[in-house]
Structures are given as structure tokens and as C-alpha cells.
């Protein structure tokens, strides 16, 4: 359980660092609401993740894939550049998720 409640604060990581690009600087309301509340949730679980794995795997295996996930939609559907480069950077970042998962147990 405490691998489903880590890739569910990283997903709402995704979800609020997206949001932000929707909130204009948290001046529109609907937006701000939705990604305050991504972000709550996302320290939510990542807390409950926190009750089992080691601290270090759950912030790393958490940041590692919110920052995958948020490059990823820049990438596909915000315009953001894609680049041999860039994939493989993402590409390392999840080995590294995946090499502290295997290593955690």
C-alpha cells in the first residue's frame, strides 16, 4: 500500500505543478482551488508513504517522478521542447526512481 499512496502524491504533484501554469499567478479562482488542493493531497499521501518506506526513497521516488510526469505533459501538450537529450535525462531520472524502489525492497 505504501507504493500506491506514493504514486498517488506523485501524481498529484503532476496535477499541482501543472495547475500552476492555470492559476495566473493564483489570481483565478477555479484553477487555484483545484491545484491547492493537488497539493494538499499530494503531501497527504506522500506522508502516508512515509509511514513504511524510508524517507529518503519515498521524497526521491516521489520528486523523481513528479518532475517526469510535469516535463512530460510540458513536453506533449504545452509546447515545451523536445529533445533526444531531454527524453533521456527523463529516462535516467526513472531508472533512478526504479534503482531505489528495487533497493528499498
Not at 529518503?56 to 513536453?75: E, P, R, S
Not at 501538450?77 to 533512478?96: D, H, T
Amino acid at each position: 500500500m505504501p507504493w500506491i499512496h506514493l504514486l498517488l502524491a506523485a501524481l498529484c504533484e503532476v496535477g499541482w505543478a501543472v495547475g500552476i501554469k492555470f492559476t495566473h499567478g493564483f489570481t483565478r479562482l477555479v484553477p487555484s482551488v483545484l491545484t491547492l488542493a493537488a497539493m494538499g493531497l499530494s503531501v497527504f499521501f506522500l506522508g502516508q508513504a512515509m509511514k513504511t518506506l524510508p524517507m529518503g526513497t519515498a521524497y526521491a521516488v516521489w520528486t523523481g517522478l513528479g518532475a517526469c510526469g510535469t516535463a512530460a505533459l510540458g513536453m506533449l501538450f504545452m509546447g515545451e521542447p523536445v529533445s533526444a537529450l531531454r527524453i533521456a535525462s527523463l529516462v535516467l531520472i526513472l531508472a533512478g526512481v526504479a534503482g531505489l524502489k528495487l533497493a528499498a525492497g
